[in-house]
C-alpha cells in the first residue's frame, strides 16, 4: 500500500471517529437535559403512570382494565398485548420504571436518527457522501436527534411519558435496520409494533402492493402473536377489546380538541359534531388512497426512508385521535424532503415546497397548542385559529396529493 492510500486512509479513519464522537455527545446531551424534567416532574409523565396503571390491572384485576378511569378521569385506550407489556414495566420501582422509558425514549430516538441518516446518505448518491458515508451518516444523525429532541411533538412525548417514539422506532427499524437484513426479519417489527397500537399495521399495505408477501405475512403473524400472548393472560379484555372498545374512537378524547392534529379532527372542527360524518370520510379516503399511493411508490423504488415517512404521515392524518405528541417522524421527513428535493420534476418542486415547509414547521414547533382549546372552542375557531390549528393535517394532505400527481406524471 503506497503511502498516499496510508494517508487517505487514515483522515478517512479519523473524520469516521470525530463523526461518531459528535454522534456519541449529541445522545449524551439528549439525554442530560432529560434529568431536571425527571428529577422535578409535576405534571410530567402523566401516559405513564396511566400505563402503569393499566400494566398493573391486567396482573391483578384484568375485568378493571379497560372499565376504570385511572389517573382521575383517563381510559386505558391500549391494546391489551400493550397491557401486558407495561405490566412488566409495572413490576420495577416507579422511579426506575419512568427513567426506563424516559431515556429507552431517547436512545430510541437516537437510533432512529442513525437508521434514517444512513438510508438517505446511500438514497443521494452523492460522490462526497459515499466517499465518507459513515461520517455523513453520523453527523447528521446527530443533527437530526438534537431537531427531534427539541421539537413539540417528541418534548411531548418524553414530558408525558408517552411511548411514540419507541413505536416509531419498532417501524423505523423495521424498515431500515434489523428488520431489513434477513427476510424471515422483515415486518416482525411493524407486527409488534401494531399489538401495542393498532394504527402501524398500516404499513403492511404498501408491502403487499409491492409483492413482498413474506414481509406482510411475518407482520399480520407477529401481531396475530401478540393478541395470542395477550389472550392467553386475559381472554375476557383481549376479546371486549377487539369486539366493542376499538371501535369506540372517543374514548381517548374528544375528537375535535385542538391537539388532535388528524384528518378527522379537522372535519369536526369544519363540520361540527353533526356534519363531520360524511367530510371526515371524504379527507381520510382521500389521504389513505394518496398515501398508500406514494408510500407504495417509494418502496418499490428502493426508497424505504420515504416508504417509512410517508407511510407514517399517512397514519397521522387518518388515525381517529393523533395528538401533537404522535407526530415525532416528522423531523426524519424534513430530513427526506431535504435530502430528495432534486429529483422531482421542476414544475411539481415548489408544489411540493408550500406545503412541506407548513406541515414541518407547524408539526415542530407545536402552532396547534398556541390557540386556546377545550370546552368545545375548537368548533367555533375563527378562520386564524382554525388555520394554526389545522395547518398540519390540511398541510400533509396537500403534500401527498401533490406527491402523488407528480409520482403520476412522471410515470406519464
Not at 391500549?78 to 397491557?83: D, G, I, Q, T, V
Not at 427513567?99 to 438517505?120: E, H, K, P
Not at 385521535?321 to 420534476?345: E, K, N, Q, R, S
Request: charged share 15%; with cysteine.
Amino acid at each position: 500500500m503506497s503511502d498516499r492510500v496510508k494517508d487517505e486512509v487514515t483522515r478517512t479513519d479519523a473524520v469516521r471517529a470525530t463523526a461518531r464522537l459528535a454522534f456519541a455527545a449529541a445522545v449524551v446531551i439528549a439525554v442530560a437535559v432529560q434529568v431536571p424534567g425527571l428529577a422535578g416532574a409535576q405534571w410530567s409523565l402523566f401516559d405513564t403512570r396511566i400505563y402503569l396503571d393499566g400494566g398493573h390491572a391486567v396482573l391483578t384485576d384484568p375485568s378493571s382494565l379497560y372499565v376504570t378511569r385511572w389517573q382521575g378521569g383517563f381510559w386505558f385506550t391500549y391494546p391489551p398485548f400493550a397491557a401486558v407489556v407495561f405490566g412488566v414495566l409495572d413490576l420495577l420501582p416507579a422511579t426506575v420504571a419512568t427513567g426506563l422509558l424516559t431515556f429507552g425514549t431517547v436512545l430510541a430516538s437516537a437510533r432512529t436518527g442513525l437508521l434514517v441518516s444512513r438510508g438517505l446518505v446511500d438514497r443521494v448518491g452523492a460522490p462526497w457522501a459515499s466517499a465518507h458515508r459513515d461520517a455523513v451518516a453520523f453527523v447528521a444523525a446527530a443533527a437530526l436527534l438534537m431537531l427531534s429532541i427539541v421539537s413539540e411533538p417528541v418534548r411531548g412525548t418524553i414530558g408525558f411519558g408517552q411511548v411514540n417514539v419507541i413505536l416509531a422506532w419498532l417501524v423505523v427499524e423495521d424498515f431500515l435496520g434489523w428488520g431489513s437484513k434477513r427476510p424471515w426479519r422483515a415486518g416482525v417489527l411493524t407486527g409488534v409494533a401494531a399489538g401495542i397500537k393498532i394504527t402501524p399495521a398500516l404499513l403492511l399495505i404498501p408491502r403487499l402492493f409491492v409483492g413482498d408477501w413474506r414481509g406482510a405475512r411475518n407482520g399480520v403473524l407477529a401481531g396475530v402473536a401478540t393478541v395470542v400472548l395477550s389472550a392467553s393472560v386475559t381472554w375476557t379484555q383481549t376479546w371486549d377489546y377487539y369486539t366493542r372498545w376499538l371501535w369506540d374512537t372517543t374514548r381517548p378524547g374528544d375528537p375535535w380538541y385542538a391537539w388532535n392534529q388528524s384528518l378527522v379532527g379537522t372535519a369536526y372542527r369544519v363540520a361540527g359534531m353533526d356534519g363531520a360524518s360524511v367530510l371526515r370520510w371524504l379527507l381520510v379516503g382521500v389521504a389513505v388512497v394518496a398515501g398508500m399511493y406514494v408510500t407504495t411508490a417509494a418502496l418499490r423504488g428502493g426508497d424505504r426512508v420515504g416508504a417509512v415517512v410517508l407511510g407514517s404521515l399517512t397514519i397521522y392524518l387518518v388515525s381517529p385521535i393523533t395528538w401533537y405528541h404522535h407526530l415525532v417522524l416528522i423531523p426524519a421527513l424534513l430530513a427526506w424532503l431535504v435530502a430528495i428535493d432534486a429529483t422531482w420534476p421542476r414544475p411539481w418542486r415548489i408544489l411540493i415546497r408550500i406545503p412541506a415547509a407548513v406541515l414541518v414547521v407547524s408539526a415542530i414547533t407545536g402552532l396547534c397548542k398556541t390557540v386556546p382549546s377545550g370546552g368545545g372552542a375548537e368548533l367555533s375557531y375563527s378562520p386564524w385559529e382554525f388555520a394554526l390549528v389545522d395547518a398540519v393535517p390540511l398541510a400533509g394532505l396537500c403534500l401527498l396529493v401533490v406527491m402523488a400527481g407528480a409520482r403520476i406524471s412522471t410515470r406519464g
